[in-house]
């Protein structure tokens, strides 16, 4: 019996993408589409339903930025669920190292030895991880996922914002 607790669509605010470089817009395709194949996500709903048969997933979600929070619009096939709210003043100091170790990955990539991509790619999964485990946090009594799904919002979450980092 396939699982309710899922998120069957993902769509970013309009805004993001336009003035994207190619490696963070490969990041997002990347990151919807891992999504997509395998993620664990429920709302914590109030009233909470009686037992996961009664999920009201799959969900549907749209991710905005507004007033440095990160906006996660909530639906399902029939209704708009909820919207959830986090900050993004946690995330403040991490994002902005995030963008250095990415940017010299990228840089990495195109002309350095495959030691010194290696060891950006460990620092930059370092603290990719530091991400989704914040934002698993800060998610705590709103929405509950899997690891490995809240690296994928990370990431996304990442993109939303990464204009306002440099």
Do not use: W
């Not at 930059?124 to 509950?144: F, M, S, V």
């Amino acid at each position: 019996m396939p699982s309710h607790n899922k998120i069957i669509a993902v769509e970013l605010d309009a805004s993001t993408g336009s003035n994207l470089p190619p490696e963070l817009v490969d990041e997002q395709n990347r990151a919807i589409a891992d999504l997509l194949v395998k993620n664990d996500f429920r709302p914590v709903l109030d009233p909470a339903p009686a037992d996961n048969s009664a999920s009201l997933g799959p969900y549907k979600i749209n991710l905005k930025s507004r007033d440095q929070k990160l906006i996660i619009e909530i639906n399902n096939n029939e209704n708009n669920l909820t919207s959830v709210a986090i900050s993004l003043k946690p995330f403040q100091r991490l994002m902005k190292d995030y963008a250095m170790v990415c940017d010299s990955y990228y840089k990495a990539v195109r002309q350095a030895s495959p030691h010194k991509i290696e060891a950006l790619d460990m620092g930059r999964r370092g603290l990719h991880d530091e991400g989704a485990t914040i934002l698993q946090d800060n998610l705590e009594g709103k929405i509950e996922c899997d690891f490995a799904t809240a690296r994928r919002l990370f990431t996304l979450m990442y993109i939303l914002f990464v204009p306002s980092l440099r």
